[in-house]
C-alpha cells in the first residue's frame, strides 16, 4: 500500500457522533486503521479497517468475527505495553507511508485518554506528516518549529487557537488572523493565544521555536477545507 501521497483514516476507541462525516470523509484509496475498539466505529461508518492494533481489549467478539470476515488484518498486542493503541495505530500508518493522517473519535470519555491522544501529535515519528484530529465541526493539527509556515483553511469568522505545548512558542508569526502576531511568545499555561478569528479563506502561521496546537473550529459548518470535504 505505499504511495508517495497516501492518507490514512485512524478509528480511534472516543466518542463519534457524527457517523455521516466520517462516511463523507472516506475515500477508496484511504488504509483504514482501527484502534482497538474503534474497529465498532468504523464498521457502523461502513468501513472495513484494513488493519486492526492493539491490545483488543475493548473489541467485541461480533466486531472482530465481522472484520475478518472482510479480511481484516489483526497486529494484537500485549496489554502490559508501553503505547497507547492510537499510538500503536499512528506508528503503523508511518511504517506504511502515510503522509497524511485523520484521526477520527479520539475525544471525549476519559480526560486522561483525550489529553493523551491530542499529545501524541507531538510524536517525533510524525514530523513532516500531515496529522489532524478531526471531530464534528473542529480539526486540531501541530505546528512545529522552523517548518515553513502551516496553512490554516476555512471561512472568515471560524474560530482558531494557538496553544503551545511542552515550552512556550517563540518567534510566532501570523498572517489571515484577525489579531496577528509578529515574532510574538505565546507562553505555557496563559491562554492568550485562544478565539482568535479567520479573516481570510487561508491564513499562515509559523513558530521559530516551540509548538503549537492549532484547533480551527468551522463556524455553522461540519466541513474541513484542509481533508478536502
Not at 45 to 51: L, R, Y
Not at 103 to 113: F, V
Amino acid at each position: 500500500m505505499l504511495n508517495s501521497t497516501m492518507r490514512a483514516i485512524i478509528f480511534a476507541n472516543g466518542e463519534l457522533d457524527d457517523l455521516q462525516q466520517a462516511r463523507d470523509l472516506l475515500r477508496p484509496d484511504d488504509l483504514i486503521i482501527a484502534a482497538n475498539g474503534g474497529t465498532r466505529h468504523a464498521l457502523a461508518a461502513g468501513a472495513t479497517p484494513h488493519v486492526i492494533i492493539g491490545d483488543l481489549d475493548s473489541l467485541s467478539r461480533d466486531d472482530r468475527a465481522r472484520a475478518q470476515a472482510r479480511g481484516a488484518q489483526m497486529f494484537p498486542f500485549s496489554p502490559r505495553k508501553d503505547e497507547t493503541d492510537l499510538e500503536l495505530a499512528l506508528l503503523h500508518a508511518v511504517r506504511q507511508g502515510a503522509t497524511e493522517i485523520v484521526i477520527l473519535a479520539a475525544l471525549g470519555g476519559r480526560l486522561d485518554q483525550t489529553i493523551a491522544n491530542v499529545l501524541l501529535l507531538t510524536l517525533p515519528a510524525l514530523q513532516g506528516v500531515d496529522v489532524r484530529i478531526v471531530e464534528g465541526a473542529q480539526e486540531a493539527f501541530l505546528v512545529r518549529e522552523r517548518e515553513e509556515e502551516t496553512l490554516i483553511e476555512g471561512r472568515p469568522g471560524d474560530t482558531v487557537s494557538l496553544i503551545p505545548l511542552g515550552a512556550d512558542a517563540i518567534g510566532v508569526t501570523t498572517a489571515g488572523l484577525e489579531w496577528q502576531l509578529h515574532e510574538d511568545t505565546l507562553h505555557l499555561g496563559p491562554a492568550r493565544g485562544v478565539s482568535n478569528v479567520l479573516t481570510t479563506e487561508q491564513a499562515h502561521v509559523r513558530v521559530r521555536r516551540g509548538m503549537l496546537l492549532c484547533v480551527v473550529t468551522h463556524a455553522g459548518s461540519k466541513t474541513h477545507p484542509s481533508t478536502g470535504q
